[in-house]
């Protein structure tokens, strides 16, 4: 009798657990926000932010004088130069659901920083500039969230200004990214002539007034578009184009199909001004309706699914100095299953060893509080003394891992110099710092009589990054001297392999921290020529070098199942 009874509670308690589980994870919402610089991302981000009760003023990009600073963009180098360096992690709750906000970095030359937090959501913002449409920056952007398999909402912003026809914006979405757009509203006139938005499923206009703070007026309902409450409300020539873009797009435009928007087939448009604050409360909750829950990802061990009862992660990102008064380091955890409890112990596989995971904090662009609890979909952040680093896994029960972050080829190099050698140890341990948070890669010169570091990254602005927060975070004085080279190539031999290796007269041999030898080539045809006359050694680009886990043909990734 007593057995059975335990065993019925036993029984009941795991559904309350799975009850508790599936309620968790149902209202969260994980998502990043991607763009082309300037097409206001990050001033989408702070009336997101806004709406959602997060913050009581939105920032400027650039503030004046008495303005705030954007609270995404809370680095030094952020604010002076106005664009978005690092992603950052931001948390709220809106309408009984919790959002995970995850900004990222516009600019091309920050693009592995974004990579590596596209990984770590479950669907996408696109900001597109209704004058400008579909730019370089957001075109790779949607590559990397279509190889994901992400949802992506579209967001065409700032019809306070003179904008591209919406008919033109859309036929341009769908054929230069090659995915179906749905309007879900439809702007009535542009720049000067912007009098608000209509409501396609809903058959409402949404009103647009030019006001400092102001928030949206109440929409108005109408009965169709012959409605005279809409003719009197409306100018004259904005009111004959609108009747004749709803007629168009009820016999061309494609209709909303959420199981196409799941599976990246679709995206939802909605027009509006984030500066003004116009669109963006509707945005919120339509991200809210149509935003899928944390979904299920594959790991070496098979499905993890957002509800299982065990507890998994994994790093994604890791920021050092977010606390200008403490040389502190936080590692960015984004959880996939179970709940996540302070001070649990977990396997980390690459340690070898089991960790416990003390002094979680919930994140807030550099601001934290610590977090008893969360489930998967969250992100959180680690104090991080050495043990964690990006694509580190942990978990409750038997080890496991998801794939691999790759890292980007380099197509820019220079060589950082330090200009006050009595800081030598300040130099040395900002440098670690910075290629431990993949700001950097980081190579030394083997035959070369200088030793000074040789920077590579994807973009000249990441060496801009390092000389500032060098300077910001370590008192420490640095220049870089951009070098020549175009290209490079890891090798992988040993020592009888290269001992007849021939390398062009103007190549540079270096080794990464791992100690594998990088070939630096001034030209593609330099390369070429290394690679033809040296058939026995193994060239591979970054991303290919490093252990796999994956077991010999087969492969696992982070996108949703």
Not at 100 to 128: C, K, W
Not at 178 to 201: E, H
Not at 412 to 424: G, H, V
Not at 428 to 436: D, F, M, P, R, S
Request: aromatic share 8%.
């Amino acid at each position: 009798m007593v057995e059975a009874v335990e065993a019925q509670n036993t029984a009941q308690r795991a559904g309350q657990i799975q009850e508790l589980f599936h309620k968790e994870v149902a209202r969260r919402r994980t998502f990043a926000i991607i763009s082309h610089p300037d097409a206001g991302k990050t001033t989408l981000t702070e009336k997101l932010l806004l709406y959602g009760g997060a913050i009581d003023q939105a920032g400027a990009v650039r503030a004046r004088k008495h303005q705030r600073q954007a609270v995404s963009d809370w680095m030094a180098l952020e604010q002076e130069r106005g664009i978005s360096i690092t992603s950052t992690v931001l948390q709220f709750e809106y309408q009984g659901h919790l959002f995970n906000l995850l900004d990222t970095p516009g600019h091309q030359d920050f693009s592995e920083d974004t990579y590596r937090t596209l990984l770590a959501v479950d669907s996408a913002i696109m900001v597109l500039d209704g004058a400008r449409g579909i730019e370089p920056q957001t075109r790779k952007l949607f590559a990397v969230c279509r190889k994901q398999n992400l949802p992506i909402l579209t967001f065409i912003n700032k019809l306070d200004l003179p904008a591209r026809d919406p008919l033109e914006l859309l036929d341009e979405i769908e054929q230069e990214l090659s995915i179906r757009a749905a309007p879900m509203n439809w702007p009535i006139g542009d720049g000067s002539d912007f009098q608000g938005v209509y409501d396609l499923p809903g058959r409402q206009v949404l009103r647009f007034e030019r006001t400092a703070h102001g928030k949206d007026r109440a929409p108005v309902a109408v009965t169709d578009l012959d409605d005279p409450v809409l003719e009197a409300m409306i100018r004259p020539r904005a009111y004959a184009r609108l009747r004749d873009d709803v007629e168009l797009l009820a016999g061309a435009g494609a209709e909303f199909d959420r199981a196409a928007f799941l599976a990246g087939e679709l995206t939802p448009v909605y027009f509006g001004s984030a500066a003004n604050n116009f669109g963006v409360e509707p945005f919120l909750t339509a991200l809210r309706e149509l935003a899928p829950s944390p979904g299920v990802r594959q790991s070496n061990q098979g499905e993890v699914a957002p509800t299982d009862e065990q507890f998994t992660g994994y790093v994604f990102k890791i920021q050092a100095n977010m606390d200008p008064k403490h040389r502190d380091c936080m590692a960015f955890l984004r959880i996939c299953s179970g709940r996540f409890i302070k001070d649990m112990a977990v396997n980390h596989p690459r340690l070898g060893r089991t960790v416990r995971m003390s002094r979680p904090h919930r994140l807030f662009a550099r601001e934290r509080e610590t977090v008893e609890e969360a489930f998967a979909g969250d992100v959180i952040g680690l104090s991080n003394p050495g043990i964690f680093t990006i694509g580190d896994t942990v978990s409750s029960g038997d080890p496991l891992h998801f794939a691999p972050i790759p890292r980007f080829q380099p197509e820019q190099f220079a060589r950082l110099r330090n200009l006050n050698m009595a800081k030598y140890k300040q130099f040395n341990k900002g440098l670690e710092q910075l290629l431990q948070e993949a700001v950097i890669q980081v190579l030394y010169p083997i035959d070369s009589a200088r030793r000074e570091p040789i920077l590579a990254a994807v973009g000249t602005l990441q060496f801009d990054v390092v000389v500032a927060r060098l300077a910001a975070e370590y008192n420490v004085e640095a220049t870089v001297e951009p070098l020549p080279y175009s290209g490079a190539r890891w090798v992988l031999a040993d020592d009888e392999q290269l001992k007849d290796a021939v390398w062009p007269a103007q190549s540079l041999r270096t080794r990464d921290p791992q100690g594998h030898l990088v070939v630096l080539f001034n030209s593609p045809w330099e390369m070429n020529y290394c690679l033809e006359k040296n058939p026995q050694l193994d060239f591979r680009e970054a991303s290919d070098v490093g252990v796999s886990w994956a077991a010999p043909g087969k492969e696992f990734s982070n996108r949703r199942a």
